[in-house]
Every structure is written in C-alpha cells, then in structure tokens.
C-alpha cells in the first residue's frame, strides 16, 4: 500500500507499484526545453507542478505553468502536451477512474489552472491548512486537495470507504499514517503504524475494510490528497462507530453485530 518514487522505475506508474486497482499517478521531470505529449487517456486527469516552469499546450493555446498550479484536463480535451522551460518541469500527473470512461458531451469545458497561492483555502487553523485545488479548477470526476498537517496534529477521523479509491502522496516532512481495521477485519489484523517521508506514495483502495489516519510528525507534513468521487460511496469511522452516506448527506451511528447474531444453531 506504499510506494516511494526514488524506489520506482520511472516507467512505471506510481499509483499501481502502490497498489492503486483503478486510479493512476505518474511523475514527469522534463528537461529544459523538452516537451511531452500527455496522450489521450480517455479519462479526467489532474495534474501538479512539484517545481520548475513550463507551459501547458494545446493546439491553439499555450498556458504558463509554476510550481504549484494544479491543471484540470476533461475527458474531452484532445491534444495536450507539457513542455519545460529553461529550469525544467517536474509533475505529477494523476488519471482516473480508470475503470470507466464516460463523455461529458461535445462541447469541452475550457482547460482551467488554479495555483495554490490563488487558491481559496477550505480550512486554515491549529492544525494546519486545507485547500480543494481540483475543484477549483474545474475537476468533475476526480479530486486533488493539498493538505497541511502542523507538528503532531492529525488529518481526517480514521475512516475507510466503500466506493471512493484515494492516493496520498507526501511531499515534504515525515508522519505516521495508521491503519484501523473494521469490527470484522479486526478477527484477522491488528491496528498498525507506518512511518511515512517525503516521496512516499499512499494507496487506499475502496472496500478494503481498514481505515487510514494520518498524522504529522516534528517537523509536519505537506501532503496531496487524490480521490475519486463517486456518487455512492459510503463511510466508515471506527474510532466512533459512525457511517456516512455521502451521497445523502446523512451520518448515523450504528451497533457492530457478529457475522451469527440472531442466527439460530442448526
């Protein structure tokens, strides 16, 4: 479920050497004055600069690009390619859901670019800093959040969902991220701790019945947080027992049961 990049063939996707089943993520690190096609994956894209400078091009268009721009690329969109300027380009470059590959209709929204410093900022506070960059950007199927966690704080609630696959991928710091395992899965694992750093790369399938956390170490943490957004997703908290239907807007409180509860002994 973790992978770093200085430990994967550059070749190879990011998001599968970590086990991601239905999302992909790839690290692209253009010389000065190189450029890349970025192919036609049939699927929404999002993409981040990590550093450098470039342009994102189309056949009639070229739009800057900065460290910290996030670029949104629809289904639709044809034609792409990145190239670097004169320090070079490095990006990650984010696909899914891989699984399906629906049409938005003829027209294409018109490519977006939101940076980070322009970004509006969901939550700063104690505990660090969260910023919904894709959705900004005009992201429909997918999302990428950059997150700030401060010294010793911690994300989101351990949770885990149904539906939704997730990548986290650390950028800069180091944590712990935790692993909660369901009443059920609990009969076969124990609760455990990695230790993560910059470069790692963090895949949570859907329906795996174990939950993740994290949590910032000394130095906190910077991290981009990927997911795909499906409608009928649902959530689970163990730490509190609650489940969330997403789609519903309802969060609720159930009683964990054994697999035999009620069933009569034959």
């Keep these: 479920m973790i992978a770093h990049w ?10 599968q050497a970590a086990g991601a089943l239905n999302v992909g993520l790839r ?5 000065p004055g190189e450029t890349v096609e970025q192919g036609d994956p049939g699927a929404e894209e999002i993409l981040f600069v990590l550093a450098g400078s470039g342009f994102s091009q189309n056949r009639r268009t070229a739009s800057p690009l900065r460290a910290g721009d996030c670029i949104v690329r629809h289904v639709q969109h044809k034609g792409h390619s990145l190239r670097a300027g004169d320090d070079g380009l490095t990006v990650l470059r984010f696909i899914g ?3 399906r590959r629906p049409e938005l209709g003829d027209e294409a ?9 322009n970004g509006k900022v969901e939550y700063e506070g104690e ?6 960059v894709a959705r900004q950007a005009g992201a429909i199927r997918t999302g990428l959040n950059w997150g700030l966690l401060q010294a010793g704080r911690a994300g989101a609630p351990p949770h885990s969902h149904s539906a939704d696959e997730e990548l986290f991928v650390i950028l800069e710091g180091s944590g712990t991220v935790e692993l909660w395992p369901s009443p059920v899965a609990a009969g076969r ?3 455990e701790t990695r230790e993560i750093r910059a470069g790692h790369v963090i ?3 859907p329906s795996t019945a174990i939950s993740h956390f994290l949590r910032a170490g000394e130095e906190g943490m910077t991290f981009l947080a990927y997911g795909t957004r499906e409608p009928n997703d649902v959530c689970y908290y163990p730490r509190s027992n609650k489940i969330y239907w997403r789609g519903l807007g309802l969060i609720a409180r159930l009683e964990p049961l054994d697999y035999d509860d009620g069933e009569p002994e034959d």
């Design 6 to 15: 200085d430990e994967v063939d550059s070749a190879r996707d990011l998001g």
């Design 27 to 31: 690290r692209l690190e253009l010389t």
């Design 97 to 99: 859901p891989l699984a």
């Design 109 to 117: 929204p018109p490519l977006s670019i939101v940076n980070l410093e």
């Design 127 to 132: 505990f660090g800093k969260w910023v919904l």
């Design 189 to 191: 694992m124990e609760r």
């Design 203 to 205: 895949s949570r399938p």
